[in-house]
């Protein structure tokens, strides 16, 4: 969320048609043009997208961990209580 008003002030710069001169004369000229345009919505416009895909990148791999480890455990379980030690192993 911090970041996201310094994307769109990059966004805006790169996105700028090549026209002389130009819409932003630099960051600072861009965010001060932004702020007095639209004001604290202008600079978090579009921040819906990035939010959706981070949760659902964040759910999916703590799926994938909680899975993985379930099933690492449940195998080494498994693995260790089918093992028959000689008797002598355990004098």
């Excluded at 345009?37 to 959706?52: C, F, Q, T, W």
Aim: with cysteine.
């Amino acid at each position: 969320m911090i970041e996201m008003p310094f994307d769109t002030i990059k966004v805006r710069l790169q996105s700028q048609p090549s026209v002389t001169p130009p819409l932003y004369t630099g960051p600072l000229d861009c965010f001060r043009q932004s702020w007095a345009k639209d004001g604290v919505r202008g600079l978090y416009r579009g921040v819906s997208a990035p939010l959706v895909g981070a949760a659902i990148e964040t759910s999916s791999l703590f799926f994938s961990v909680g899975s993985s480890w379930s099933l690492f455990t449940n195998t080494m379980i498994d693995l260790c209580t089918s093992i028959v030690l000689p008797r002598t192993f355990f004098k």
